[in-house]
Every structure is written in structure tokens, then in C-alpha cells.
């Protein structure tokens, strides 16, 4: 069996470089032939070879659903990708107090929000409630650290406002709707703001949410984003040692 | 005619849940206990109006449109009498008696109101024979109107027919009603019997009911007159077409409960999103407002002939779903009750409950069993409604779709009303139009095969999922009696629902509510309880 190359990485299927890929998409075109050979043609644009429609189906009025296979020649270049990761270990809880109670003498002041017109807690109650997450305590649960939970549509004007009376260290901000882009937009408004008000620099500023990431946060001028899965210890475990490394 | 009121889907044969030997004095007194709590929250409120039960009364009236500046009409006539301190009377005082004055009509009224051209507050004080006997003749026209589009329905449904139960029911979310409405019709060819339009983010905290058509929305569009009457002729066409009448669901909830309730009636919606608590709870929404806007809502929701929905199933997306079950329970007792005490009916019943275990806990499949078949046990004859997995979905659409596969499963196998279908892509975006296909083609693939399925299984007795429905049942009676003996609102001020406290005064709105003047009049109610006792729907 041959060796994967690094620096020519194909797609596999069940054998080393067949570039096995699937698709499955909906097409504004009427159920037929003609939407069959649509999606075909739209594969070899996007750089595809041997489209195969393996299913159609005509979801009606002018639309069809249809999954295709083809082969995909490209190549990656693995030896050579740069991705922004997170580049703070993982610590347990236990580890998180430790270390914060030998490097802090008081509590770290984490105040969080559901910014925006975004209604859904679901992800700041996650990191925050004592409950957490996935068996993995939230951020209310943790001796090092003092949390306060504005909770959903909270302006980022009033962010920073409470952010200021309650003194806090770092400000977690969730967003979960994501139509139009709107989260993005609504995080570098909320860090230009911090800026024009002479505090992006004593705060540390760290999003979440299901289509955020660490790059993304970063793109976006905040110091850290978590996306899908996050548990509360690896966002605690971020504070503390970010802080601590101060 | 009482009972049939929202002509309900049929059950094929042999669809039902199995058997479950439940403790018979328990389930009297839990019951004893919701409407204990119910009676209790009425009595409390029965003194309170809010600026949206105001509003409301206008709007039945016949009164529609926004100033130039997107300033509703409602909202401008109320909020300037609240301003003076004249509202404590209702507002259907001085608007009758400007209306006797001046001879308009009730919209030319409104808008010489918004014009300045007449001024309300002068109009406040006694009221005459003659403002009493507009106020009568407006109320009964509203009524009227509400009454014709159940009628409506009523028609449609006897000659398209309907789906039988469990009812699929899908969602879209395009933010663009002309798109919504593309997607929808695409659905209902699909084999959905009904169509929830999702609202933009942030609508519930609105404090008047924007206006138009919504091509932007953020998540949805927004509940408006307008899009819902867009909806509803692209459902009324697709169903035609396909000899099966297609069911709009919308959201009665929010700052404007009542108000969309009554849009919702005179455009022929047919379900609404409709919770006693879930403003309180999940939107911070103060509950002195909260309480007394959704019985005003849910009074029109009866006239309406319309199937409300209730959120239960929100307490298990904060909550664990096994430690918190009694909770979804009790809540659905409450919501039972105060929905009764508003003249809803048992078919128009959508109470709310979800699938929400961890799917890798052992015997997730047989708990979810257990809590879907003590639910449907709990409430014969009610279109329940079924919520789908959304905590534990993980972006893995391909184990999504088969989560979502033995969702479909327990429906079916203990007789759920209205099923929300899941999205393989639930928590990741809203539906495209294939996720919405994909999720349709499994319901239809699941219930085929499993429609009589409940109807021949036996519940092993005194095994593992008799005794867990036991169980749930037992923790939430003692939750009610707990509730019952401090009230609700201090329960709620304690967060025993989905780990939540909120506070009597706290939260948004309460700047709305106010307490009624002896002399407060609401010709509407008058009408509304009139038309619910002539429908057996009150006594």
C-alpha cells in the first residue's frame, strides 16, 4: 500500500487519491433530466470530475434535490497550513483553582451576555450556570471567579456599561444567530465601541457560539472565540491562564 | 359544537399510545392542584389590565395602519391616554365616546386621533348610553368577524380534508416572507400539514406590532398582519391544489400576546405559539403582564377555533431532561388549566413537551417512551405537540437525522397530536429547503411503518418504564402542591422551572400593566365571553 504523500493530499473514498467526494444540493430547475445534467455541469465548474447524480428528487414547485459523487483531482498541500489554534492547555477544574489561587488574590470578575437582538441563553447559561455542560461545571460553579449573567439582547453599549460597574476582568459574549452575518457584525461593533471608550485593553473579550471559532474571534478583534462543544473548563481555563500570564 | 372546536386531525387506525397503568387519585389530584394554582392567578390579576389588552380592544375594533414614522395607531391612542394617567377606565371609554362625537368611523377616528386633529383625553370620563352602545356594536362586529374565518376553516377542512394525526409540522425561517413562502409550499407538497413561520429575533420584546410585509428579518420574519395574510393565501392555494388543508402556526407571545392573538384570529391562523410562562421565564418578560395578556390571548385563541402550542419543552434545553421531566409536567397541568379557564377546549390543546435525553444515556429511548406516553396519558383527546431533539444535536447532521428518525419513532408509538418534525441541521442553520425534505421523507417513511405499533404493544407492569412515568408523575405532584400552597409567581420568584427566578416586579413591561378604575369597561370581553357561551366553550 502506498504512503500517503503530505504534500499532495487528495479526498478518500476507499482507496488512497480516488478524490471521492459527495454533494448533496437543491437546484432551482424543475425535476428532470435537464436538472440532472444542471448539477453535473456545476460540479465540473467547481473543479470536479465524474459527477455521478446518484439521487433526484423533485422537491416541486421549480426545485430539485440532488446528490452527486464526483472525483475531485485538487490536491492539499499539507506540510504547509497555518491555522490559528487555541494555545492554552486544557486544564480540569481542580487545576483552574490551583492555579488561580496561587497567582490571584482576589476573584476574576467575569461578566457575560447574550448580545444584540439574539433571544437564545442556551450557550452563555451552558458556560456559565453552575450546571454547565456535558457534566463539566459552568463558570458559576468555580471558587476563582466572580460571574455575572446579564443574559439575552443585551445592547453592547449596555454591555460595557455593566461591564464597568460590576469591574470586570473579562466580558464572554454569545451569539447564536448568525442570519446575514449579523453576529459579526454585532461583535466588532461591540469591540469598536470598547476601543472608542479606551478599554479594549483592560478587558479581556472572548465570544462563543455554534458558527464562531478561535480565528473568527481574532478576525474580529476579540482575544479568543469558542465554537460548538465548548466545554466551561476550557473557558476557564483560558481566563486563568491568559490572565495569569499577564 | 363544544370540543370540535378546532376540528382536529383525524387518528388513523389503530394509532394510539400503549396503556400505562397510572396511579388514578394521583392524576385527580394533580389535576385538583393546576387548577387550584389557576384559579389563584386569576383572582390576583383579575384587577389588572395591560397597555396590549388595550391595544387589543382597538384592534377588534377595526382599527389597523401605523403613523408615517411606523408608530402603530393602537400604540399611539393607548400610550397617550396611559401618559395621562386616563387609561385605568379602558380605552374603550373615551374612544366610543369620541366616536359618538364625531360621527368617523372607527379607523378615521384613530388616525384624527394620530393627527392631532382630535384628542382622546378629553373625551375620558363617564360613559353615556350612546358610547355603550357603539362600544356593543363594534365588539360584536369583531366577533363576528373572528367567528366567520372558524367558520371558514371549518369549511375548507370538511371539503379539502386534512393529515391525520401525528400532523407533521415543519418550520421556516428565511427572514424573507416571499421566500417563507416558497419554502412553505415546497413543504406542504412534501406531506407537511403545518407551517410554522418563525418571527425575527427580537419581536417579543416589542411593544407594538410592527407592520408590512418582512423581507429582512433576523432568524424569521415578523408577525404582522401581513405576512400572515401572505402566508395564509399560499397555504390556502397549495392546499387546494393538493386536497388537504395546510395549517399556519405563527407566535402569540411576547409584549403583544394578545394583539397577535387577535391578528392571528381575523387572518385564519390555526395554531399559535402560546405559553403562560415562557415569556416570563426564557424572555424576561415581567409575569403581572405576562399572566394577564395570555388570558386575554388565549380567550381570543378560543373564539379563534385556534390550537395553541405551549413551550414546555424549553425548560429541558436549560434543564436535564430526566431531573427536570416533572417540571414539563407540571407546567403542562398549569397551562392546561389557565388555557380552560380561558374557554379553550381540549382539541385546541397543543401542550408542549420534548425529547431532550442524552441520547447515549442508557435506556435514553425507553425514558423518552415513558415521559411521551405519561404526557399523552395525562391529556386524552389533546393535539399534543412533540418537540424535537436541539441540546443534544451536535452538527453531525448524519447522526442528527437518525436522532431525529427515533424522534419520529416514539411520536408515533404513543400517539403524539403534532409532531415538530427535527432538522438534521438543527443548531447549525435554518432549514434549507432539502433539510425540511429529508426531515418529511423520514417522518412519512417512520409513520407508515409504525401507525398501528401502539395500539398492539403492552407496557411490561411494574418494569422500568411504568415505573419511571410513575415516578415523573409523583415528583410532580409534589411540585404542584409546593406551587399551590406558596402561588405561582412566588414558585416563580423560587426558579423551580427551568432553573429560572424571576421576580413579581421584575422584568419588562410591568410599565404596562395598571389597575382598572371601577368603572373600567371592555366591550370586547363582554362580546368574546358572550360568543364562548353561546359555543359551550364557557359556562
Known amino acids: 500500500m502506498r504512503a500517503v504523500d503530505p504534500k499532495h493530499v487528495r479526498a478518500y473514498g476507499d482507496t488512497l487519491d480516488d478524490g471521492q467526494i459527495m454533494l448533496s444540493f437543491s437546484l432551482p430547475v424543475p425535476f428532470g433530466e435537464e436538472a440532472k445534467e444542471a448539477a453535473r455541469q456545476l460540479c465540473r465548474q467547481m473543479g470536479l470530475e465524474a459527477p455521478q447524480v446518484y439521487h433526484a428528487h423533485d422537491l416541486g414547485e421549480g426545485f430539485t434535490f440532488l446528490t452527486v459523487y464526483a472525483r475531485s483531482p485538487h490536491t492539499v498541500d499539507t506540510t504547509q497550513l497555518r491555522v490559528t489554534k487555541m494555545d492554552t492547555p486544557h486544564l480540569g477544574k481542580d487545576a483552574i483553582e490551583a492555579l488561580a489561587s496561587e497567582k490571584f488574590t482576589r476573584k476574576i470578575r467575569v461578566l457575560g451576555a447574550c448580545t444584540g437582538d439574539d433571544a437564545h441563553t442556551v450557550g452563555i447559561d451552558a458556560i456559565l450556570n453552575v450546571k454547565g455542560y456535558h457534566g463539566d461545571k459552568g463558570l458559576e460553579a468555580y471558587h476563582c471567579l466572580a460571574v455575572r449573567n446579564l443574559g439575552a439582547q443585551v445592547s453592547n453599549e449596555r454591555l460595557l456599561d455593566e461591564a464597568r460597574a460590576f469591574e470586570a476582568d473579562v466580558v464572554l459574549v454569545s451569539q447564536i444567530v448568525t442570519q446575514k452575518d449579523c453576529h459579526r457584525s454585532n461583535l466588532a461593533a461591540l469591540i469598536d465601541l470598547a476601543e472608542a471608550d479606551g478599554v479594549r485593553r483592560d478587558l479581556l473579550f472572548v465570544c462563543g457560539g455554534p458558527r464562531l471559532s478561535h480565528q473568527v474571534a481574532l478576525e474580529l478583534g476579540f482575544d479568543a472565540g469558542f465554537g460548538a462543544g465548548t466545554l466551561p473548563s476550557q473557558v476557564a481555563g483560558f481566563l486563568v491562564q491568559r490572565l495569569a500570564a499577564r | ?539
Open chain 2, 1 to 539: 359544537m363544544a370540543g370540535l372546536v378546532a376540528t382536529f386531525a383525524p387518528t388513523p387506525p389503530g394509532f394510539g399510545c400503549p396503556p400505562l397503568d397510572l396511579d388514578a387519585p394521583t392524576v385527580a389530584r394533580a389535576r385538583q392542584l393546576a387548577q387550584h394554582i389557576a384559579a389563584d392567578v386569576q383572582a390576583r390579576l383579575a384587577d389588572q389590565s395591560t397597555v396590549a389588552i388595550e391595544r387589543t380592544v382597538l384592534r377588534l375594533f377595526g382599527v389597523t395602519g401605523a403613523t408615517a414614522d411606523g408608530e402603530p395607531l393602537a400604540n399611539r391612542l393607548v400610550a397617550q391616554l396611559h401618559a395621562a394617567d386616563l387609561l385605568a377606565g379602558g380605552v374603550a371609554q373615551p374612544f366610543c365616546q369620541a366616536l359618538v362625537h364625531t360621527g368617523l368611523t372607527a379607523q378615521a377616528l384613530a388616525q384624527a386621533v394620530a393627527d392631532g386633529r382630535v384628542d382622546l383625553r378629553t373625551h375620558a370620563g363617564a360613559r353615556t348610553g350612546q358610547a355603550q352602545a357603539v362600544g356593543a356594536q363594534l365588539a360584536q362586529a369583531g366577533v363576528a368577524r373572528i367567528t366567520a374565518r372558524r367558520q371558514e376553516r371549518q369549511a375548507l377542512i370538511g371539503r379539502l380534508g386534512q393529515g391525520v394525526q401525528p400532523l407533521k409540522y415543519v418550520i421556516v425561517a428565511s427572514g424573507n416572507i416571499h421566500e417563507d413562502v416558497i419554502q412553505a409550499r415546497v413543504a406542504a407538497r412534501q406531506g407537511a400539514d403545518v407551517i410554522a413561520v418563525i418571527r425575527s429575533t427580537g419581536q417579543s420584546l416589542l411593544d407594538y406590532v410592527p407592520e408590512g410585509e418582512t423581507t429582512e428579518g433576523f432568524g424569521g420574519t415578523f408577525a404582522t398582519q401581513a405576512n400572515f395574510a401572505l402566508m395564509r393565501r399560499a397555504l390556502d392555494d397549495v392546499g387546494a391544489e393538493l386536497g388537504r388543508y395546510i395549517r399556519l402556526c405563527n407566535y402569540a407571545s411576547g409584549l403583544c400576546m394578545p394583539e397577535i392573538a387577535a391578528m392571528g384570529a381575523l387572518e385564519r391562523l390555526d395554531m399559535m405559539l402560546n405559553d403562560a410562562l415562557y415569556g416570563i421565564l426564557f424572555r424576561d418578560i415581567n409575569m403581572q403582564r405576562t399572566l394577564c395578556d395570555q388570558r386575554v390571548s388565549r380567550r381570543i385563541s378560543a373564539l379563534a377555533g385556534l390550537i395553541i402550542n405551549t413551550g414546555e419543552d424549553n425548560y429541558l434545553t436549560t434543564a436535564d431532561a430526566v431531573d427536570a421531566a416533572h417540571t414539563v409536567v407540571a407546567s403542562t397541568l398549569i397551562n392546561e388549566a389557565l388555557a380552560r379557564q380561558a374557554g379553550l377546549q381540549t382539541d385546541q390543546l397543543g401542550l408542549g413537551h420534548a425529547m431532550e435525553i442524552d441520547p447515549l444515556r442508557p435506556d435514553a429511548l425507553l425514558l423518552e417512551i415513558a415521559h411521551a406516553a405519561l404526557i399523552r396519558h395525562l391529556f386524552p383527546g389533546a393535539p399534543l405537540k412533540y418537540m424535537p431533539p436541539t441540546k443534544h444535536m451536535t452538527g453531525n447532521i448524519w447522526r442528527g437525522h437518525v436522532q431525529d428518525a427515533l424522534f419520529n419513532f416514539v411520536g408515533v408509538l404513543t400517539g403524539q397530536g403534532i409532531q415538530l418534525l427535527g432538522m438534521m441541521t438543527e443548531a447549525m442553520h435554518t432549514p434549507h429547503i432539502h433539510d425540511r425534505y429529508l426531515a418529511l421523507e423520514s417522518a412519512q417513511l417512520v409513520f407508515t411503518g409504525a401507525m398501528g405499533l401502539g395500539s398492539e404493544l403492552r407496557v411490561e407492569p411494574g418494569g422500568k418504564l411504568e415505573a419511571r412515568a410513575r415516578q415523573v408523575l409523583d415528583e410532580a405532584l409534589v411540585l404542584l402542591d409546593e406551587i399551590a400552597r406558596e402561588g405561582l409567581m412566588t414558585s416563580l420568584s423560587r426558579g423551580h422551572f427551568a432553573e429560572i427566578a424571576r421576580s413579581p416586579t421584575g422584568g419588562r413591561g410591568l410599565d404596562g400593566v395598571f389597575a382598572k378604575a371601577a368603572s373600567y369597561w371592555d366591550p370586547t370581553a363582554d362580546a368574546i365571553t358572550q360568543a364562548l357561551i353561546a359555543h359551550g366553550q364557557l359556562s
